[in-house]
T-cell receptor, first 110, second 114 residues
Framework: GQQVMQIPQYQHVQEGEDFTTYCNSS?????IQWYKQRPGGHPVFLIQ?????EVKKQKRLTFQFGEAKKNSSLHITATQTTDVGTYFC??????????FGTGTSLTVIP | DTGVSQDPRHKITKRGQNVTFRCDPI?????LYWYRQTLGQGPEFLTY????????KSRLLSDRFSAERPKGSFSTLEIQRTEQGDSAMYLC????????????FGNGTRLTVT
């Protein structure tokens, strides 16, 4: 079955440093979504990528979809304490079943 | 607030008991999903409804699990003969019509089986 892996599993950064999480799928995806889950909270939608090679930006966050549509990345520039949480990618291959990645837990040290 | 609502927030039950959870999606959303999440893991897909039709069901979902969405609005997830391995956060999400759209999650129901 489809698997979506994320690395790293954990990341600790000093406030102001950059952060990147990578998402890799065993199958080609039709689209990919990214979510953020704060400690004790539920996943909150950040963005959706559909096109091969697509890059989208939201303020300090940059999202990329790979050319082969099997991988994606999220990069945060100059992290802030408000960025703390777990970031999940969720890939859609066929149908309407989104497969969530294993997540990257980000800790920002003030 | 018209977000996704789940009830109860917490449920503690003894092994072997049946439990039922409820999800009220965003009113204009016709798609409804159930996911299960354990500590340190991503949400794991359980089942999906479009209106009242259950269109997809995870192979991981044993026959002790059943979900309904009788009128295409709220949904229930029932677990029969609970086991300790069923302890998890059960998340409901809804999304709108058209192509793949964002999932709006509820706050979840945390199940503890003792």
């Amino acid at each position: 079955g489809q698997q979506v892996m994320q690395i790293p599993q954990y990341q600790h950064v000093q406030e102001g440093e950059d952060f990147t999480t990578y998402c890799n799928s065993s199958t080609t995806l039709s689209n990919i979504q990214w979510y953020k889950q704060r400690p004790g909270g539920h996943p909150v939608f950040l963005i959706q990528l559909v096109k091969s090679g697509e890059v989208k930006k939201q303020k300090r966050l940059t999202f990329q979809f790979g050319e082969a549509k099997k991988n994606s990345s999220l990069h945060i520039t100059a992290t802030q304490t408000t960025d703390v949480g777990t970031y999940f990618c969720a890939g859609l291959a066929t149908g309407n079943q989104f497969y969530f990645g294993t997540g990257t837990s980000l800790t920002v040290i003030p | 607030d018209t977000g996704v609502s789940q009830d109860p927030r917490h449920k503690i039950t003894k092994r072997g008991q049946n439990v039922t959870f409820r999800c009220d999606p965003i009113s204009e959303h016709n798609r409804l999903y159930w996911y299960r999440q354990t500590l340190g893991q991503g949400p794991e897909f359980l089942t999906y409804f479009q209106n009242e039709a259950q269109l997809e069901k995870s192979r991981l979902l044993s026959d002790r699990f059943s979900a309904e969405r009788p009128k295409g609005s709220f949904s229930t997830l029932e677990i029969q003969r609970t086991e300790q391995g069923d302890s998890a956060m059960y998340l409901c999400a809804s999304s709108g019509t058209g192509g793949p759209s964002p999932l709006h999650f509820g706050n979840g129901t945390r199940l503890t089986v003792t």
